[in-house]
C-alpha cells in the first residue's frame, strides 16, 4: 500500500514526465538498468522489473566476467528487481522532466540476490540490530570539477572559473572564494538535494583546484545513508555534465594534486538511544568503540579491495597527502586510519579515511559494519593510539597496490564470514579479470620511455 501511495503521488505532482529510470548498483558503483516510460511505472511498483543477474559481474569497462559465474554459464538468466522506497524523484538537471528510482535485486522467491551490494549490507546491518545496535553514519565525498577539455597532453585539466575567466591552478584549502566562483553550481547541488530529499550537509574547498567536498547529514541507517550517497554523486555529475564540466570521482586524476576519498563517519546507540562509544571518563571512549577498532584495524589489509577497487586507487598513497598507509588510529589526527573527531561526548564517533571516492558506499559501509561487528563480539583489542604525525612514524603495512590487496581479499577470513564465499568469488573474480586486463595494455608512458631507448 505505501509502494502504491508513493508511485501514484509521484505521477500527479510530475505529469509532465518523459521517462523514469530505473537504477541499480553495480560492483563498480556504477548505475545500471532500464529507461521506461511513466505509464509502466506502476507495474515497477507492482511487480519489480527483470535484469539480468550479469549486472553484478561487469567490470569497470562494462565486459562481463565469465569467471564469477553470472554470465553464460548460467544463461544469463534474469533477477528480479524492485524499487527502494523513498528514491522515487525528479532528474532535475535534464532540459527535460526526467525521473528516477534506485533498485535492488531479488531471487524469484523473493530472496535477496548475493551478488547485489546493497543487499550484502542489508544483512550486515541486520547483524548489528540483532545486537541492539543502531549505527549512525554519514558519509563524505570528495571529488574534482575537470574541464571537458583535456590539455595538449591529454592530461585532465581543471575548469575555467566562470567568475574570474581564468583556469584554477592554485591550491587554496577551505577557500570561501572558491566556493564563491562556483557559486551556481554548488547551488544548483543544494537544490537538487533538497528535492531529492538527499541530506546534504556541508560543501568545502578541498586540497588542490577544482576539487570540493560534499558532506551527507548523519542518518541512523546505513542503507539510507548509502542510497543517498549514490544520489548525490549522480546529481554532481548531472549537474557538472550541464554546466559543460566533469565532475570526476576517480581517485587520482593529478598525479602531483591530492586525491579524492570517501570518508566515513560512525556511531553506534543502543536500543535506549544512548552512544555506546561514548565514556565521560575516558577521552579515548568506550570499551565498545575500542574494540570496534580493534576489528576494524583487524579487518583493514583484507578490506583494501573494497576501500580502493581499481587502478588508479593506489596512486593516492604518498606522503604528505593526508592518505593513511598503516592500520593507525587515533584523537582528532588526519594523518591516521580511523580517526576520533573533536566532539561533544555524545556524538562520539569513528571516521574512517582509508577508502577513495571511486569506492562502491554499499561495499564501503558493509566492511566498516563487518569489522565492527567483529571487534565488538569478539573483544579485539585496538594497537596502541597514534600521535602526530602518524605516516611519518608507522611504515607503509597496508596493501599498497591492487595485486597485494586482491590477494589479501582472497586470503580474507573476516570478510568471508559477513559478505558470504559466493559474493567474495564474485568480486575477486571481477577485479581479478580488471586488473590482468589492465597489465596487458602497453601504455603511452612506456613508449615514451622505451620504444627507441632500449
Known amino acids: 500500500m505505501v509502494k502504491q501511495i508513493e508511485y501514484k503521488r509521484f505521477l500527479e505532482s510530475y505529469s509532465d514526465l518523459k521517462s523514469i529510470d530505473l537504477l541499480i548498483t553495480d560492483l563498480n558503483g556504477v548505475l545500471r538498468g532500464k529507461r521506461i516510460q511513466p505509464n509502466i511505472l506502476e507495474k515497477v511498483f507492482t511487480d519489480g522489473i527483470c535484469l539480468p543477474a550479469s549486472v553484478f559481474a561487469l567490470d569497470i569497462t562494462g565486459d562481463t566476467i565469465e569467471e564469477t559465474g553470472l554470465g553464460v554459464e548460467q544463461g544469463d538468466s534474469d533477477r528480479v528487481c524492485h524499487p527502494i522506497s523513498g528514491t522515487l524523484t525528479k532528474a532535475p538537471w535534464y532540459n527535460k522532466p526526467m525521473g528516477q528510482v534506485l533498485m535492488t535485486m531479488y531471487e524469484s522467491d523473493e530472496e535477496p540476490f548475493f551478488a547485489d551490494p546493497r543487499q550484502v549490507l542489508k544483512r550486515i546491518y541486520g547483524q548489528l540490530k540483532e545486537l541492539g545496535i543502531t549505527p549512525v553514519v554519514a558519509v563524505e565525498l570528495e571529488f574534482y570539477l575537470l574541464d571537458n577539455r583535456r590539455d595538449r597532453k591529454k592530461n585532465p585539466q581543471p575548469p575555467i572559473s566562470p567568475i574570474t575567466g581564468k583556469r584554477d591552478l592554485n591550491t587554496q584549502v577551505y577557500s ?155 584523537l582528532d589526527n588526519r594523518t591516521v586510519a580511523i580517526r576520533i573527531p573533536t566532539a561533544p561526548e555524545k556524538d562520539k564517533r569513528i571516521e574512517h579515511r582509508v577508502s577513495g571516492a571511486d569506492a562502491n558506499p554499499y561495499l564501503v559501509m558493509a566492511s566498516l559494519l563487518s569489522g565492527i561487528h567483529y571487534g565488538m563480539t569478539n573483544k579485539v583489542k585496538p594497537p596502541n593510539i597514534s600521535t602526530g604525525d602518524a605516516i611519518a612514524k608507522h611504515k607503509p603495512s597496508l596493501p599498497m597496490t591492487w595485486v597485494e590487496s586482491l590477494n589479501a581479499f582472497s586470503k580474507s577470513k ?37 620504444l627507441r631507448t632500449v
Open 176 to 330: 570561501v572564494d572558491d566556493l564563491d566562483d562556483y557559486g551556481e553550481f554548488l547551488e544548483k547541488i543544494a537544490k537538487g538535494a533538497q528535492l531529492l530529499r538527499i541530506p546534504a550537509d556541508t560543501a568545502l574547498a578541498e586540497y588542490a583546484p577544482g576539487q570540493f567536498e560534499i558532506n551527507l547529514k548523519h542518518e541512523p541507517n546505513p542503507l539510507s545513508a548509502c542510497d543517498n550517497a549514490v544520489l548525490l554523486k549522480r546529481l554532481i555529475k548531472g549537474v557538472a555534465r550541464e554546466m559543460g564540466m566533469i565532475a570526476s570521482f576517480m581517485a587520482k586524476p593529478y598525479a602531483q594534486q591530492a586525491g579524492s576519498g570517501t570518508h566515513i563517519h560512525i556511531s553506534l546507540l543502543n536500543r535506549n538511544g544512548k552512544n555506546v562509544f561514548s565514556d565521560q571518563k575516558n577521552e579515548t571512549g568506550s570499551k565498545k568503540l575500542h574494540y570496534a577498532i580493534g576489528g576494524l584495524i583487524k579487518s583493514m589489509k583484507e578490506s583494501m579491495a573494497i576501500f580502493c577497487p581499481n587502478a588508479n586507487s593506489y596512486r593516492r598513497f604518498q606522503p604528505d597527502l593526508y592518505v593513511p598507509m598503516a592500520p593507525t588510529w587515533g
Open 414 to 450: 573476516i570478510l568471508k564470514e559477513y559478505f558470504g564465499k559466493e559474493f567474495c568469488h564474485v568480486y575477486y573474480e571481477t577485479k581479478h579479470k580488471e586488473l590482468q586486463k589492465f597489465n596487458s595494455l602497453v601504455t603511452p608512458l612506456e613508449l615514451d620511455w622505451y
